[in-house]
């Protein structure tokens, strides 16, 4: 059966539909998502063996290196009992380094699988694989320095199982802002809801691009730009580290440059961090956090919010597979 519904809002249903863009959820869709986020965490966590994507094959097409999304996808599928056909660098090792197009690369693996996960560098890509794809629902796994909305999700429901609500929080963003898909994808999320107010710590060359921020701030989300760690406020209920993302340079001596700037280390969290101030990453760390926070008990990187990824994750397929309800 042909696919009938492209790239648009989920509106409570998400079954075959895809996953582009935090643009397509609404609150309520957050919601939904969650509840199954929960019971997924109970088949997850508690390894309850699962049938729920039996007989399923997902497609995880990654055109960009990644070891934490891939692996993350691909224990989600698994955990419920589906399988995956794994293409890693698909520019070295498939029929793409012989010149076949993106197109029909997913024209091909959608006669073989459910769904598709796809990453790739250049912003646009994953919408283009879901107009290619005319049977199967296409995941974006990150594109470019676009979006990345299964991180976003799972960001979001970290923060909501730490503060236990999506509004009237105060975040702290730091980083890279201009290429950082994840963070694109957050500030889209936090939108939805009311009385969020953000503030970005970036170096200047990292801004927001003027486009999004004009953007962003229309949405109805507070965005505060600010430059110095003295300027976070003392009261946030996150703070949101990134990593500044090299491959985005043209040179390595512009990297070089603004790279690190801001590390979050015990001197930090003791001069601005509160009680309930949560620490939050989406990972590869490259120096911006140092490994002395690792143990503090408000740091969510590597322990909830790693997990909360696989969870959400599977709650994401099952409900776009049509699984769940
Ligand atoms: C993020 C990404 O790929 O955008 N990582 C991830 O999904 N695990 C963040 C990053 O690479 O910095």
């Known amino acids: 059966m042909a ?5 648009t809002t989920i509106n409570g249903n998400f079954k ?4 582009l863009s935090l643009d397509q959820f609404s609150p309520k869709d957050i919601s939904i998502l969650f509840k199954r986020t929960l019971k997924m965490r109970d088949i997850g966590a508690n390894a309850r063996p699962s049938e729920i994507l039996k007989g399923n094959i997902v497609t995880l097409i990654f055109y960009e290196p990644s070891s934490r999304t891939f692996g993350s996808f691909g224990a989600s599928v698994k955990q419920l009992g589906g399988a995956t056909i794994d293409i ?7 029929s793409v380094s012989k010149g076949e197009t993106l197109e029909d690369t997913i024209r091909v693996f959608e006669a073989y699988c459910d769904a598709i996960v796809i990453r790739h560098p250049n912003m646009g890509t994953a919408q283009k694989a879901a ?15 676009g979006e990345h909305p299964s991180q976003a999700l799972l960001d979001l429901f970290t923060i909501y199982e730490h503060a236990e609500k ?55 989300i507070s965005l505060i730009e600010i430059s110095s760690t003295q300027d976070i406020p003392r009261d946030a209920d996150f703070w949101y580290w990134t990593r500044v993302q090299k491959e985005r340079f043209k ?24 009680i309930n101030t949560i620490f939050m990453h989406p990972l590869p760390r490259v120096g911006e956090i140092l490994t002395e926070v690792d143990n503090d008990p408000r740091a969510a990187y590597l322990r909830t919010e790693v997990r909360n990824g696989m969870y959400v994750r599977m709650a994401l397929i099952a409900l776009v597979l049509g699984k769940i309800k």
Do not use: C, W
């Open 131 to 145: 107009e290619a794809a005319q049977h199967v629902p296409v995941i974006n796994a990150g594109d470019g320095i």
């Open 88 to 94: 890693l660098d698909p520019k070295s090792f498939s």
């Open 166 to 220: 999506l509004d009237g929080l105060t975040g702290v963003l730091a980083g890279d802002m201009l290429n950082g898909r994840t963070v694109h994808s957050l500030i889209r999320g936090l939108a939805k809801y009311k009385k969020n107010k953000l503030y970005l710590l970036s170096p200047k060359e990292l801004k927001l691009s003027r486009e999004d921020f004009r953007k962003f701030s229309e949405s109805g």
């Open 16 to 19: 075959g539909k895809d996953i």
């Open 3 to 7: 696919k009938s519904v492209k790239t």
């Open 251 to 274: 040179s390595l001596r512009k990297y070089e440059k603004v790279k690190n700037k801001f590390i979050l280390d015990n001197r930090l969290i003791s001069e601005r961090a509160g």
